[in-house]
């Protein structure tokens, strides 16, 4: 895993559980980029750049090399011309779309304002969490 401040052992000696998951997950960008990558399944770097406003090319690059490090993510890259490369989730990152999923209709509820409507349909959550 990336190596950070929550990865010293007098933080992780405070909930070792937690401290690994925000080690992994630290970053402004990163619950959004495997969100995206969870929903569509395959993400191409042209595209998490355009549907994540206001993030830089150089942050963006830098979060999913973390993400592909700590085994969140996969990256093909295809050897043509302009190279394209694709992103798509591990084993790992497959077992925790759940908790995605959770958190995204958590926040929906208590943090979005009461007139918001979502862009996901219920067959969209319920075929990420393997239910259809």
């Known amino acids: 895993m990336t190596d950070n401040k929550f990865r010293k052992r007098e933080v992780m000696a405070r909930c070792v559980p937690m401290s690994t998951l925000q080690a992994v997950l630290s970053g402004k960008w990163k619950i959004l980029i495997l969100w995206y990558i969870a929903i569509s399944k395959v993400q191409r770097f042209g595209e998490l750049l355009r549907r994540m406003d206001g993030i830089t090319q150089s942050t963006l690059t830098k979060q999913l090399r973390e993400l592909e490090d700590d085994g969140f993510i996969h990256r093909e890259i295809y050897k043509e011309i302009p190279p394209r490369v694709e992103y798509t989730l591990t084993k790992l990152g497959?077992?925790?779309?759940?908790?995605?999923t959770q958190m995204m209709m958590w926040s929906q509820t208590?943090?979005?304002a009461p007139d918001y409507v979502s862009p996901y349909t219920d067959g969209q959550i319920r075929e990420l969490l393997g239910l259809e």
Do not use: T
């Open 110 to 112: 208590h943090l979005c």
């Open 94 to 100: 497959k077992s925790f779309v759940p908790v995605l």
